[in-house]
């Protein structure tokens, strides 16, 4: 049976984005990798469960088309964080902080209990029970 061992994100801002997830989600992580000849750099990012997260950043990368984007492919991540007073409360923090509430906190049309933020660099990050 196949599990999710890890989802990777490119961004130009490798530390800031490290600092996000590690501040707001708890992420441990890993020492910086970094590659001299094609100057690509990587932290993996673990959580108290579940796949991990690998940041890149590389010389070349093509931007995306603009924040808060919505295309075909990934979409978002979704973190469960127990409780709906956990996504009330860490909704506030992020929002508190700067970054974009894009909805939410509420209960959806399926039952879940969530909200989206945008990380620093427009990535949509799903906060749920």
């Known amino acids: 049976m196949a599990r999710i061992e890890h989802v990777a994100l490119w961004t130009e801002e490798l530390e ?16 910086l990798y970094s590659n001299e000849l094609t100057e690509f750099e990587s ?12 940041l890149m950043r590389m ?10 984007w919505q295309a075909e492919g990934f ?5 469960s964080l127990g409780s709906e007073a956990a996504v009330d409360e860490l909704t506030r923090r992020i929002e508190e902080a700067g970054y974009e509430l894009v909805d939410g906190p509420r209960r ?3 039952g879940y209990y969530e909200s989206v ?9 799903e906060l749920t029970v």
């Open 59 to 68: 010389p070349g990368i093509a931007p995306r088309p603009g924040e808060g």
């Open 108 to 110: 959806t049309g399926d």
């Open 43 to 54: 932290y993996f990012l673990e959580f108290e469960s579940g796949p991990r997260l690998e």
């Open 117 to 125: 933020v945008l990380d620093p660099d427009g990535n949509r990050v």
């Open 75 to 79: 979409v978002h991540v979704a973190f």
């Open 16 to 31: 800031r984005l490290r600092r996000f997830y590690e501040e707001f989600l708890g992420a441990r992580a890993s020492a």
